[in-house]
């Protein structure tokens, strides 16, 4: 809701098991609770068994997800040992019978989001067609092989590759770090979309520092205490605060992290257990810093 505020036209939520899903399991059902403040919003599910992803993917349709994105691009090793994930990329025939049978059991946007390849065999071009052939809306792509997780720098001229060898959208995710990187990333492969995880994390206003770059625009960012003001709103809002207590330091330590002199405050805002603490400890901090400006 934070980064939809600070421009992004649209998010995706961290990926959730379609086995457990199709089994009815809570927590992933729980996962997958949304607000329509951030819309329009994206599922996305990992899983090998196309049986199991049909059916998770009906569910996601029934709770009124904009998108669906499939998930052929996660390292981790939970994911990769149900043969899900980037798994996939080291096999084009489960990969292909999994979205087939996904794009038939579904009307919704539908997409996926690969890597390079397993290792160096780079088999993103041969994915990319097949998601086109299959149907799908989109082709997102992490251009790192799966060996290097998130290691080395994201190769944006195989984005630019796939671009040419598509008729979909091609949409490219890696090392955006604010405007002008995603202002060179735009004109150097001009891809058609562009998705951002670890310096939103940090920078949530990246979404409207990039579209201004884009535009050739100035852009002054927002000031840390609105950030952080607001973030403590929509997590009130939306009344969240109780359960969200660990990812809220979580994110706030991140907000933090370009802050002068304040390992005291981090390491106050990691001790914090209770959400009337965080909350006391923030506004009167950021009350401060607003005043002295
Ligand atoms: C903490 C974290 C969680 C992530 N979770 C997912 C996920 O659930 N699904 C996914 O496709 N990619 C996930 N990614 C990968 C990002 O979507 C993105 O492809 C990658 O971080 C490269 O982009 P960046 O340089 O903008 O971070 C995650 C990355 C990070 C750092």
């Given at each position: 809701m934070l980064c939809r505020q600070y421009g992004a036209q649209w998010t995706v939520q961290g990926l959730v098991s379609a086995e457990g899903l199709s089994r009815g399991g809570s927590k992933s059902e729980r996962l997958l609770r949304f607000f329509p403040?951030?819309?329009?919003i994206f599922a996305q599910l990992f899983g090998a068994s196309p049986f199991a992803m049909a059916a998770a993917a009906q569910q996601v349709e029934a709770m009124g997800f904009d998108g669906l994105d499939l998930n052929c691009g996660c390292p981790e090793k939970k994911v990769l040992r149900v043969g899900a994930g980037a798994a996939l990329m080291a096999d084009s025939h489960v990969a292909k019978t999994v979205v087939g049978a996904v794009r038939r059991s579904v009307k919704l946007v539908l997409t996926m989001k690969i890597r390079l390849g397993w290792e160096n065999q780079r088999t993103f071009l041969q994915f990319g067609r097949m998601a086109e052939d299959l149907g799908l809306d989109a082709i997102i792509l992490h251009p790192r092989t799966v060996a290097q997780g998130f290691s080395g720098q994201a190769d944006w001229d195989a984005v630019g590759q796939l671009k040419q060898a598509v008729g979909i959208p091609v949409v490219a995710s890696g090392d955006v770090r604010d405007g002008e990187s995603y202002r060179q990333l735009i004109n150097r492969t001009g891809c058609d979309g562009v998705l951002i995880g670890r310096s939103a994390l940090r920078h949530p206003w990246v979404f409207d520092e990039s579209l201004a770059s884009a535009q050739g625009e100035d852009f002054q960012p927002p000031a840390l205490p609105e950030v952080v003001l607001r973030y403590l709103a929509l997590l009130e809002e939306t009344e969240v605060e109780a359960d969200c207590l660990p990812l809220a330091r979580l994110h706030l330590l991140s907000f933090l992290h370009d802050l002068p002199r304040a390992a005291a405050l981090r390491a106050k805002v990691g001790a914090c257990h209770r959400w009337n603490t965080l909350k006391d400890l923030m506004e009167t901090q950021f009350s401060q810093l607003e005043a002295e400006h």
């Open positions: 403040q951030e819309r329009p």
